[in-house]
């Protein structure tokens, strides 16, 4: 059998294809703090808890109301989008003109928050969300088995990604957003109502992370904390990408994933910290990240 | 002025406390402390279940003892071992503590097992899977442990599995203490019932991707997947392992599950799964008539633990009530004298080590086929006696035996 690093060239094709589904899934994560950053400069903490929040909309939807996965792919983004509309109104607009960090620690008071009340009323065990049926069963790849419903996180993920990209980087819409974020007050008198844009961002950033929770519920156990394990590899990955691109956070996110695939084989201990090594080098060589503007 | 009331305040205020430390001190008040993780990842497993079984032990047991009702106290200890340490200190100077049950956490358990030797205050440890509480450098002569410990975990599960014909194993371990020593007990008696090791790999706590672990462990050519994790990490580990067919070639063992992981993964992720618990809901009539009771108030089916928590506090009751004293070294006594027959255990003693003896229960999750109702999930595989699961006495590395 062929060989790469003393390891079958099959063990590294399968570990390509997980860490492609992980990658393409902190891509989709990343992407809505990357978009409310760059566009609101609030410095998300809460996105994990959205996450978590969107898993458990999709698992109350399908327990409760019957409401099964497809339709809680649209379902569980809208309620967390209203939910962002309303925490954006109530509280982030009157700190917009401080320190980032005063966003920083009110979103990590959100986040706590959430986390807390889930736990009191779900418990810690978690709960399960089952693969929907036209979903279940694996791929045979010849390398590995692929399950169905990885394969489909990889292409709803990347999908979003491109959808999202598209929109703030080439349509006018969002030449908009982005030039009233340059410039607030210029975009105002042009007729746009800057307010409004900023709370329907902060909205499309929750909805992603929700809509990021409904993909992972099938996956993991739905448990209160599954945000805050993840929330922070998220953030390292934005700030690899540089803080606040869009492309950086797709781009790092399906990358980090991949190397860390790798770590799991080669050295299976260090997985967990090694997009926080790639991190602090990337911090030292280029500290506005690999795509972001100095 | 001012000052004058404020000093005058004060004064009243420390004699008035002074006078209450001494009613305290001469009475014979029983005060139980239970110290444990009410919203943590135990939470759960014991948490204000636990509370509500020691409510019902109390109640159960008539509401007081030696001419005084008794007294609950309870409290969280987030997981950390100076909030319990300091707590069950706090109990004890002002608050005429005279027995703290739970700890649910290895290293709480072992801060408080240090407060428990300091103020003379007997500690039933509950929930934390650490042998060394009993058997190792932490016991102490004030020290029981209940229920379970990682030698009769992995007793239990790995000479079950091995003895039933799977000998190959690999081991998914959590990277921390708690994972590799289970690792290292389970490998032991793999090891010494024919069986082999052929791989491990240590994971890090709070992994969200099991996937590429688990698929180091199939291509190792194992029967058996040994899971030595616990809590979410086992449940997303057994999660993926069934997505990605690795239960199909592979039979899933945990080394610690619990009623409340099972429930909340589902029969048709769980099942096949063996692992060994104290107890179990729906053994016989006295446990269904225990979990009756339980249910009626939590809306739940106790788990092995809070069955546990009931037990202790009935065991300690009657022995405060035998030696006619709260004094720590007479109930002392007492506890390792006593015969523990309950809906918990059938002849259960206390070792002269602390350690709590009593029959161990490999278990198999059911099928969704077999399975009758939403909590009727395990089915026997084996039952192990007590010096089985545990151990004899002479391989006890408690320090205090040995003077």
């Known amino acids: 059998m062929t060989t790469i690093f003393g390891l079958p060239v099959s063990v ?32 998300n903490f809460a996105h994990g808890a959205m996450y978590m929040l969107g898993a458990y909309a999709a698992y109350i939807a399908l327990s409760v109301f019957g409401i099964n996965y497809w339709a809680g792919l649209i379902v569980a983004p809208l309620v967390l989008a209203i939910l962002g509309i309303i925490i954006e109104r109530l509280m982030l607009t009157r700190i917009y003109k401080l320190d980032q960090l005063y966003s920083f620690l009110l979103t990590f008071g959100l986040a706590l928050i959430a986390e807390g009340l889930m736990r009191q009323q779900f418990g810690s065990s978690g709960q399960s969300y089952p693969v929907p049926a036209a979903l279940q069963g694996v791929y045979n790849l010849g390398f ?29 819409l969002g030449a908009t957003l982005r030039a009233a974020t340059e410039n607030a007050s210029l975009v105002q008198a042009f007729g746009v ?52 691109s869009i492309l950086g956070s797709i781009v790092s996110g399906v990358g980090l994933g991949l190397i860390e695939g790798f770590t799991k084989v080669l050295y299976p201990e260090a997985s967990n910290i090694v997009v926080f090594v790639i991190m602090a080098l990337v911090l030292i060589w280029r500290p506005q990240g690999l795509f972001g503007k100095s | 002025m001012t000052f004058k009331k404020t000093a005058l305040a004060l004064g009243l205020a420390v004699s008035a406390s002074l006078f209450a430390l001494s009613a305290h001190a001469a009475s014979d008040k029983v005060v139980i402390g239970d110290i444990d993780d009410m919203s943590g990842p135990y939470a759960d497993v014991i ?46 100077d002002q608050s005429g503590l005279t027995m703290v049950l739970g700890g649910s956490n290895t290293g709480v358990s072992i801060a ?52 039933s014909g ?6 998914l371990t959590a990277d921390y203490a708690f994972g590799t020593q289970l690792q290292e007990a389970a490998t032991k008696v793999v090891t010494a019932n024919g069986g082999k090791v052929l791989g491990s790999v240590r994971v890090p706590l709070a992994t969200t991707d099991f996937s590429s672990f688990l698929l180091q462990a199939q291509g190792s050519g194992a029967q058996v997947l040994g899971l030595a994790n616990a809590g979410t990490d086992f449940t997303n580990s057994l999660k993926a392992a069934n997505e990605f067919g690795i239960t199909k070639t592979m039979k899933p063992a945990a080394l610690l599950a619990f009623l409340s992981d099972i429930h909340s993964l589902g029969l048709k992720t769980a099942q096949g799964l063996i692992f060994t618990t104290s107890w179990y809901w729906d053994q016989n009539d006295k446990t269904r008539e225990f979990s009756k009771r339980f249910f009626e108030k939590t809306k739940k089916e106790p788990g092995e633990n809070q069955a546990a928590v009931y037990s202790a506090t009935l065991t300690y009751l009657n022995a405060v009530k035998a030696a006619g004293t709260t004094d720590g070294d007479k109930v002392m006594a007492e506890l390792k004298k006593a015969k523990i027959n309950d809906m918990y255990t059938q002849d259960g003693y206390i070792r002269p080590d602390g350690l709590m003896m009593h029959s161990m229960f490999v278990m198999q999750v059911k099928t969704p086929a077999e399975s009758k109702g939403e909590w009727d999930l395990y089915k026997p595989f084996k039952t192990l006696t007590a010096e089985e699961a545990f151990g004899p006495l002479s391989e006890s590395a408690c320090p205090f035996l040995k003077k």
């Open chain 1, 144 to 172: 590995m088995f692929l399950p169905v419903y990885r394969a489909w996180v990889i292409v709803a993920s990347l999908t979003i990604c491109f959808v999202t990209w598209f929109t703030i980087e080439r349509t006018s």
């Open chain 1, 12 to 43: 590294i094709l399968g570990q390509l294809m997980l860490g492609l589904v992980n990658g393409s899934f902190y891509a989709l994560l990343s992407l809505g703090l990357a978009v409310i950053f760059g566009l609101l400069g609030v410095v």
């Open chain 2, 47 to 92: 948490g204000a279940g636990g509370v509500e079984a020691i409510k019902m032990a109390i109640a159960d047991f008539g509401g007081s003892v030696l001419g005084n009702p008794i007294e609950l106290l309870t409290t969280d200890h987030q997981n950390k071992p100076d909030i319990g340490a300091s707590k069950f200190r706090e109990w004890a």
């Open chain 2, 112 to 163: 408080m097992s240090r407060v428990a030797l300091q103020k003379k205050i007997p500690f039933i440890a509950i929930g934390a899977a650490g042998a060394s509480l009993t058997t190792g450098p932490d016991c102490t002569p004030y020290s029981v442990h209940y229920a379970y410990n990682t030698t009769s975990l992995a007793n239990g599960t790995a000479s079950a599995i091995v003895k």
């Open chain 1, 193 to 244: 109502n800057v307010p409004v844009i900023v709370m329907l961002t902060y909205g499309a950033g929750t909805a992603l992370a929700a809509l990021a929770g409904v993909l992972a519920a099938p996956v993991v156990q739905v448990n209160a904390l599954m945000g805050s394990s993840i929330v922070i590899v998220v953030f390292a990955v934005v700030v690899i990408g540089g803080m606040g």
């Open chain 2, 166 to 171: 799977a000998k190959n194993w690999y081991f």
